[in-house]
T-cell receptor, first 111, second 113 residues
Framework: GENVEQHPSTLSVQEGDSAVIKCTYSDSASNYFPWYKQELGKRPQLIIDIRSNVGEKKDQRIAVTLNKTAKHFSLHITETQPEDSAVYFCAASIAGNQFYFGTGTSLTVIP | GAGVSQTPSNKVTEKGKYVELRCDPI?????LYWYRQSLGQGPEFLIY????????DSGLPNDRFFAVRPEGSVSTLKIQRTERGDSAVYLCASSRGWGNEQFFGPGTRLTVL
């Protein structure tokens, strides 16, 4: 089955700086890659996603890049704000069937 | 409905007991997923329904776990002979189908004593 690895496990940045979280996947058949934000005690919420036919996608301060050859994808958050502090999960899916999640990155934005 | 709902929000049971966890997806969402999340971990895929049928149940850890979705809407996750290792938050999510956003429910926190 699919194996998704996520790094780093914790990340602290100063407010206004950028944050980058990286994930790798093992199954070349995976073709959908969502990113979720989970605040303490709350449910995961989708923040951005990318399909395998696209190399990059951007939504305001958030962007995701995908390298299919290397089987890795990354989340980029620019101009970080304290409310960006949360746990972020990447996931990989084959046509929306199973979703395999990374182990999460705890992001702390220091004011 | 307004969102995915799950009941109960918390369930405490004794080892060896049977439990049922319920998920009400967003109306019209054909895809429904069950996950298990342990502290400090990402959600672990259990089973995926497309309509009434289990399209993929490869994530169910063993035959003590079973899930149904008889009318293509509400789903129930059933765990027999619970073990302490089953303690986790069980999350349900629904979507319109592939490539569409999954909306997660608030989860059921299961504690097996």
């Amino acid at each position: 089955g699919e194996n998704v690895e996520q790094h780093p496990s914790t990340l602290s940045v100063q407010e206004g700086d950028s944050a980058v979280i990286k994930c790798t996947y093992s199954d070349s058949a995976s073709n959908y890659f969502p990113w979720y934000k989970q605040e303490l005690g709350k449910r995961p919420q989708l923040i951005i996603d990318i399909r395998s036919n696209v190399g990059e996608k951007k939504d305001q301060r958030i962007a995701v890049t995908l390298n299919k050859t290397a089987k890795h994808f990354s989340l980029h958050i620019t101009e970080t704000q304290p409310e960006d502090s949360a746990v972020y999960f990447c996931a990989a899916s084959i046509a929306g069937n199973q979703f395999y999640f990374g182990t999460g990155t705890s992001l702390t934005v220091i004011p | 409905g307004a969102g995915v709902s799950q009941t109960p929000s918390n369930k405490v049971t004794e080892k060896g007991k049977y439990v049922e966890l319920r998920c009400d997806p967003i109306s019209g969402h054909t895809a429904l997923y069950w996950y298990r999340q342990s502290l400090g971990q990402g959600p672990e895929f259990l089973i995926y329904f497309q309509g009434t049928g289990a399209a993929d149940d490869s994530g169910l850890p063993n035959d003590r776990f079973f899930a149904v979705r008889p009318e293509g809407s509400v789903s129930t996750l059933k765990i027999q002979r619970t073990e302490r290792g089953d303690s986790a938050v069980y999350l349900c999510a629904s979507s319109r189908g592939w490539g569409n956003e999954q909306f997660f429910g608030p989860g059921t926190r299961l504690t097996v004593l």
